[in-house]
């Protein structure tokens, strides 16, 4: 009796791996980069001005898409840049280069809102949205 569960278990632990590989999922087909402009989402901030923001190639910035868990945005952008904790609004002053290896920058508000679905855990992007249409044209057209 322990002999053919000893083979059963070892036969299904060898079979797991193929029927793994055969029902691998198709990778999902590529989205177009989408965020909304709002000037009107940005609040006057006390010494906003002067916030030092970060400096990103919009390469890295288009990663951040609808769906994205909130905490992978920290290895991206960092912490939000307005004091925001445990809100469901993030903001950031970004800059980007003007060309590649510039020294000249172009300076960016964007805002990352989260929405966590019920029965779910995790908080994920719902929506990004940027101050300017410029900026947010920098971000789709990178490759």
Known sequence: MKTRFLALTILTGLMSPAAAVAQKAPPPPATTYVASVDPSAFHKAPLEHKKLGVTVSPA??????????????????????????????WNYVLFFPVAPGSVERVRCRMQIRFERQRGRYSVTVSEVIWQEQSCADRVAAAS
Request: proline share 13%; charged share 20%; no cysteine.
């Open 60 to 89: 890295s910035v288009r990663l951040i898409t609808p769906g994205v868990d909130k905490f992978s945005i920290y290895p991206l952008l960092g912490p939000p840049h307005f004091g925001e904790g445990i809100t469901r609004r």
